[in-house]
């Protein structure tokens, strides 16, 4: 769902659905190619506890033992796993990536190596010396995508991969930080691309819940290495090819392959039982990104660009950053445009009659209420979208749901680090239901 041409979007987003369910259904190797990727995955080497104990997993294999091979009637009668077993193991296998990534960092360099990282030196005392801490939390995060990852594949009868071992390459902690920007926009690109391809409605809300605090981390990391916090209006996908290329490049494990017992041709059965149709679902995403806009397009008239900068919540950073704000409110206010836009025209395209744009007060009165209020927006639209998606039927309207809900998570951690507050305040964003955003939203709405 880009603006140029929502119809390309639309072959795009298929697309990657394809290729995951393609993986899916043929039992192709789920992680291969360079470096063996794939294979020390699916072969589940050796893995850890959260204490760090080495253990022996369900599925390793030993190399110095020969293994019986199943007979084909052995084989045949196999009980087959649930299908998101397959989908869950690519995210467990890139969770792993990124807990060792933060971990092995962490221990190689200490906390004032970090502060004082050259691609920091732009910054303020303000945020470097949060660095290591925010960091430490994404590392806490990740394992706690591990771990709870690990505890829905045993929940579906599957053998969770283990951690493999990894070559990172850099030497500096400046370094240290553009790999993690690398990998957590990597991240975020690959649970949007894989999001399609999960079946069930209770494996979904976690996928999405880890997918837009990925999105937070990218967006401080992004920040951090002087690029845009929210480069585009849309969330990009990636599919299990393209991600594989990019974490291949940092797994050294190479195992043999394994095969694997999913049911054939899954079907999804995302849709939760409710009354809303997708025409309704959309017009409430609507509504939000009406307001969305409206908050960032009038506040932005209001206050000026000195106003802004000169806001007493940013008095604790640098001038470059102080600086920097006035534009990125002016990039927000643009992608909810275009979010209204795009949702505006699929309304239409389904049949229905996209709502209009209401009359609001705010109630800000300063610069600093004014991003304070744009905090709360943003976090309460990444838990609006965390709850609806999982309630359309139509991939394309679900892709639509998934691109915008990862963006306004890269909007809210960089509201929430304007505002002093974490960028990532939780390892799992929650959902909010519908009533509960309409109730949020009806404080600032003054008309019909």
């Known amino acids: 769902m880009v603006r140029d041409d929502p119809s390309d979007a639309d072959k795009r987003a298929q697309n990657d659905a394809e290729s995951i369910r393609d993986y899916v259904t043929t039992r192709r190797r789920l992680l291969a190619g360079t470096a063996g990727i794939g294979a020390a ?54 969770e792993h990536l990124e807990h060792a990534f933060y971990r092995d960092g962490l221990d190689t360099f200490a906390e004032d190596e970090l502060t004082n990282a050259d691609v920091l030196e732009p910054f303020g005392e303000t945020v470097r010396m949060e660095v290591p801490d925010r960091m430490a939390t994404i590392r806490d995060h990740e394992q706690a995508h ?39 926009n990597t991240g975020v690109a690959a649970y949007k691309g894989a999001a399609p391809a999960v079946t069930s409605n209770d494996v979904l809300p976690s996928a999405l819940a880890v997918h837009s605090v990925e999105a937070r981390h990218a967006s401080f990391l992004n920040l951090l290495t002087d690029s845009s916090p929210f480069p585009r209006a849309f969330g990009e996908a990636k599919s299990m090819d393209e991600v594989i290329d990019i974490a291949g490049d940092f797994i050294t494990t190479e195992l043999g392959d394994l095969g ?57 950073f640098d001038d470059d950053l102080r600086t920097s704000v006035p534009d990125r409110l002016a990039v927000i206010r643009d992608h909810e445009k275009a979010h209204v836009d795009a949702i505006g025209e699929t309304v239409e395209k389904l049949g229905g009659t996209p709502v209009e744009e209401a009359a609001y007060d705010f109630g800000y009165e300063t610069p600093s209420e004014f991003l304070a209020v744009g905090k709360a927006l943003e976090n309460t639209g990444v838990a609006a979208y965390a709850g609806a998606a999982p309630t359309v039927e139509n991939d394309g309207v679900f892709e639509a749901a998934a691109a915008i809900h990862d963006v306004e998570a890269r909007h809210a951690s960089f509201l929430n680090e304007l505002n002093t507050a974490s960028p990532f305040p939780d390892a799992f964003d929650g959902a909010k239901t519908m009533d509960e955003v309409t109730e949020i939203a009806s404080r600032f709405i003054t008309s019909e």
Do not use: W
């Open 41 to 94: 995955m699916l072969a589940g080497c050796q893995g850890s506890d959260s204490s760090g104990t080495s253990t022996e997993p369900a599925t390793a294999m030993d190399t110095d033992t020969p293994t019986e091979t199943p007979s084909e009637t052995e084989t045949s009668t196999a009980e087959p796993l649930h299908p998101d077993v397959d989908v869950l193991n690519y995210a467990l296998t890139l």
């Open 146 to 184: 591990v771990e709870t990852i690990v505890e829905v594949v045993g929940q579906l009868g599957g053998d969770a991969v283990g951690e493999a071992a990894y070559d990172f390459g850099y030497e500096t902690p400046s370094e240290f930080l553009a790999v993690a920007k690398a990998l957590e």
């Open 260 to 316: 694997g017992r999913a049911g054939e041709d899954p079907t999804a059965d995302r849709k939760m039982e409710d009354d809303n149709s997708d025409v309704d679902v959309l017009n409430y995403a609507l509504t939000l990104e009406h307001l969305e806009h409206a908050f960032y397009r009038d506040g932005l008239e209001m206050f000026a660009d000195d106003d802004i900068t000169g806001a007493d919540v940013l008095s604790e």
